[in-house]
């Protein structure tokens, strides 16, 4: 059974910092291109970050040079270092890995970025 696990979400103030975890298990993890996408009330699910089986990364402008992705293959764990968060930041965070016609979904971590 495949399993992406999200944690680390919590309540932050505007400048704060947080740093999520991805936990898969069920799947060889190495092999998998994973991001991460938010989704706030009343809007899309969009992409954060991604970090190919390889180790390149991607960013949106609204998050370059404030979050950093990073993967530990020999943990099977996937990471989002946050930092200077902005109100707008506010979402539920979710973990997605994906491997040729292969999907799957974390269930999702909140984080408030409020003062």
């Known amino acids: 059974q495949v399993q992406l696990v999200e944690s680390g979400g919590g309540l932050v103030q505007p400048g704060g910092s947080l740093r999520l975890s991805c936990a898969a298990s069920?799947?060889?993890?190495?092999?998998?291109?994973m991001s991460w996408h938010r989704q706030a009330p009343g809007k899309e699910r969009e992409l954060v970050a991604s970090?190919?089986?390889?180790?390149?990364?991607a960013y949106p402008d609204s998050v370059k040079d404030r979050f950093t992705i990073s993967r530990a293959n020999d943990k099977n764990t996937m990471y989002l270092q946050m930092n200077d968060l902005k109100p707008e930041d506010t979402a539920v965070y979710f973990c997605?890995?994906?491997?040729?016609?292969?999907?799957?979904w974390g269930q999702g971590t909140q984080v408030t970025v409020d003062p």
């Open positions: 997605r890995g994906r491997y040729g016609a292969s999907t799957y």
């Open positions: 069920g799947i060889i993890f190495s092999i998998y291109s």
């Open positions: 970090i190919s089986r390889g180790g390149r990364t």
